[in-house]
């Protein structure tokens, strides 16, 4: 538990903890280097930075501070229960909520707290001018179906009572070359001659690669901003973000016909020498990442053996016969590389990092 989360929590850092098993890095560099790279990417329009969730996993306290001193003005979140974290770093009236109010008393929180409220329905329409009104974001729905008015509820009286800065809608295929992209900016710029606003808003991470036409007034990059590669194009201005490290807790020997963890779904073919490691499902490294995959140690492989569990792994030290307890290993958790995911997309290798790895 690191010393900032300790003071969010109230707590003074404790002088007699010892050194964690665990560690996320996250190379603040890299990160900056990103949101400029998605800024300069996105043309004429301003880049945001999605910060929901966390920043994806990799800590709003670390990443908001990061992106702000990058030159980024705009975040956005998704849960009201998100904006005190951002706006310890940034001012409230730059911070977004993407989910908009469903009661009142979420009104009341965008007042007091200044986050800006996203409007995605007629009713929350109502309720947030019934509540007093003023500044907010819209959201139009041009065809992913989750959140957002319809095209046809655009000219409605309660739409026409908002005072709207930012025209917003969703791609639901940028990673694919496909007509709808096209389709759905189209439809925004419909939205737009009807609606007042002050700016307009589309791309994501991906809708960047599609080009400056795509970028309207603002774009809100997200995975690309934390190593993510959505589409090819963006492969050579994006670089990794995160760095997971694990340190070996006991090695030991097995002997043929010996098994590796539960179900003893890995049978030792010949004598090995084999380390358990301080990782598992708890910390986001899901089942689903260990049949296949492997930890590395200087460049060596050190592959994963029988089934993770909630709080190690074993791995064969074949290649590394000089580990020894307390050493650390690379966890593979590249999300640009795809051959390393598995089941998981790149989304989720992110944001299912577990606390105790955020916490380290």
Same mark, same amino acid.
């Given at each position: ?24 890095? @996250? ?20 880049? &945001?930075?999605? /910060? ?13 501070? %990061? ?5 980024? =003005? ?17 001012? $409230?009236?730059?911070?977004? %909520?993407?989910? &908009? ?16 409220? *996203?409007?995605?329905? !007629? ?6 001018? +019934?509540?007093?009104?003023? #500044?907010?974001?819209?959201? /139009? ?16 009286? #309660?739409?026409?009572?908002? =005072? ?21 900016? =189209? ?16 791309? +994501? ?33 994006? #670089?990794?973000?995160?760095? @997971? =490290?694990?340190? !070996? ?5 097995? $002997? ?20 358990? /490691? ?7 490294? !899901?089942?689903?990442?260990?049949? &296949? ?19 190690? %792994? %074993? ?15 690379? *966890? ?9 995911? +598995? ?10 990092? &577990?606390?105790?790895?955020? #916490?380290?």
């Amino acid at each position: 538990m690191n010393d900032s989360y300790r003071a969010a929590m109230g707590h003074a850092p404790d002088p007699l903890l010892p050194p964690p098993s665990l560690r996320l890095t @996250v190379d603040r560099e890299a990160l900056a280097a990103n949101w400029r790279a998605l800024d300069a990417l996105s043309g004429a329009a301003r880049a &945001g930075a999605a /910060v929901k969730a966390d920043c994806y996993g990799l800590g709003v306290d670390t990443c908001v501070p %990061v992106l702000r001193d990058a030159g980024c =003005e705009t975040f956005f979140v998704a849960h009201w229960s998100e904006v005190a974290g951002v706006i310890a770093h940034v001012p $409230a009236e730059h911070v977004a %909520v993407l989910h &908009g109010p469903l009661t009142t008393e979420d009104c009341a929180y965008a007042r007091a707290s200044g986050a800006v409220p *996203v409007i995605n329905s !007629l009713e929350q329409a109502a309720m947030w001018t +019934n509540s007093g009104g003023g #500044r907010c974001h819209l959201m /139009v729905d041009t065809g992913i179906n989750r959140l957002g008015i319809a095209l046809a509820e655009a000219g409605d009286p #309660r739409i026409a009572a908002l =005072e709207i800065d930012m025209l917003m809608s969703h791609l639901a295929s940028a990673d694919e070359t496909t007509a709808m992209n096209r389709m759905q900016a =189209e439809l925004l710029r419909e939205a737009a001659e009807i609606v007042p606003h002050r700016r307009l808003s589309l791309a +994501n991470s991906a809708g960047i690669a599609l080009g400056e036409s795509f970028a309207f007034d603002m774009t809100r990059p997200g995975l690309a901003l934390y190593g993510g590669v959505p589409r090819a194009e963006l492969a050579g201005a994006i #670089r990794p973000v995160a760095r @997971v =490290e694990a340190r !070996l807790l006991q090695c030991r020997q097995l $002997a043929p016909g010996e098994g590796v963890g539960y179900n003893s779904t890995f049978i030792a073919p010949t004598h090995m020498r084999v380390g358990t /490691v301080s990782i598992g499902y708890a910390d986001g490294f !899901l089942r689903s990442r260990g049949p &296949g995959n492997a930890l590395r140690h200087e460049g060596r492989p050190l592959p994963i053996l029988g089934k993770v569990s909630m709080d190690m %792994v %074993v791995v064969d030290l074949g290649a590394a016969p000089d580990l020894v307890a307390g050493d650390w290993l690379e *966890v593979p958790w590249d999300i640009a590389d795809a051959a390393q995911q +598995n089941a998981l997309s790149p989304y989720e290798m992110l944001t299912v990092i &577990g606390a105790r790895l955020r #916490r380290g």
